[in-house]
T-cell receptor, first 111, second 112 residues
Framework: DTAVSQTPKYLVTQMGNDKSIKCEQN?????MYWYKQDSKKFLKIMFS???????INETVPNRFSPKSPDKAHLNLHINSLELGDSAVYFC??????????FGDGTRLSIL | KNQVEQSPQSLIILEGKNCTLQ??????????LRWYKQDTGRGPVSLTI?????NTKSNGRYTATLDADTKQSSLHITASQLSDSASYIC???????????FGPGTSLSVIP
């Protein structure tokens, strides 16, 4: 069973479109995250939710909007996609101070 | 400024050899330090996690050390295998809750 699963794995779309990435975890963790990994492989946190409540919101354009319908799901919606949004987006979950469990990423390419 | 630096940026070693990766950080307040392994095309996987009071932690052939005074950590890989080829990322936690700072990673290639 996949612990943290995100869909789609690949997303190719045109500039200006709106897209969503979904994430689900079956580990029973209270906290979920979205990270962006750029071409230089740096992982930077975007958002963190604990029990459906936003607790970390880094400097991210407001075109990015996370939504957590329940503590097992954290989706990421992106409006008006730009070329600079091309990256790999990782979802992760954790419980308390335990290490995070990551999904395998969504590779977003903007044409 | 909260930063995590890693060296070397990349490393190539022969199968069976040992290697050591370095991590220096300026993150404050410090909560914990983690090492992750990221295979190509996959998400990072936790190898070790150490708090302030711990100065070494092992996970199989991986041994991490932490010197909280000098703010340095190392990851030692013993008897490397081809499957060790990956990016190794040092991550420092600021609070028990999880404001974490990622290092840029060291890309390790193990060749036969």
């Amino acid at each position: 069973d996949t612990a943290v699963s995100q869909t789609p794995k690949y997303l190719v779309t045109q500039m200006g479109n709106d897209k969503s990435i979904k994430c689900e975890q079956n580990l029973g963790h209270d906290t979920m995250y979205w990270y962006k990994q750029d071409s230089k492989k740096f992982l930077k946190i975007m958002f963190s939710y604990n029990n459906k409540e936003l607790i970390i919101n880094e400097t991210v354009p407001n075109r990015f909007s996370p939504k957590s319908p329940d503590k097992a799901h954290l989706n990421l919606h992106i409006n008006s996609l730009e070329l600079g949004d091309s990256a790999v987006y990782f979802c992760a979950s954790s419980q308390a101070s335990e290490p995070q469990h990551f999904g395998d990423g969504t590779r977003l390419s903007i044409l | 400024k909260n930063q995590v630096e890693q060296s070397p940026q990349s490393l190539i070693i022969l199968e069976g050899k040992n290697c050591t990766l370095q991590c220096n950080y300026t993150v404050s307040p410090f909560s914990n330090l983690r090492w992750y392994k990221q295979d190509t095309g996959r998400g990072p996987v936790s190898l070790t996690i150490m708090t302030f009071s711990e100065n070494t932690k092992s996970n199989g052939r991986y041994t991490a050390t932490l010197d909280a005074d000098t703010k340095q950590s190392s990851l030692h890989i013993t008897a490397s295998q081809l499957s060790d080829s990956a990016s190794y990322i040092c991550v420092v936690g600021k609070t028990s809750y999880d404001k974490v700072i990622f290092g840029p990673g060291t890309s390790l290639s193990v060749i036969p």
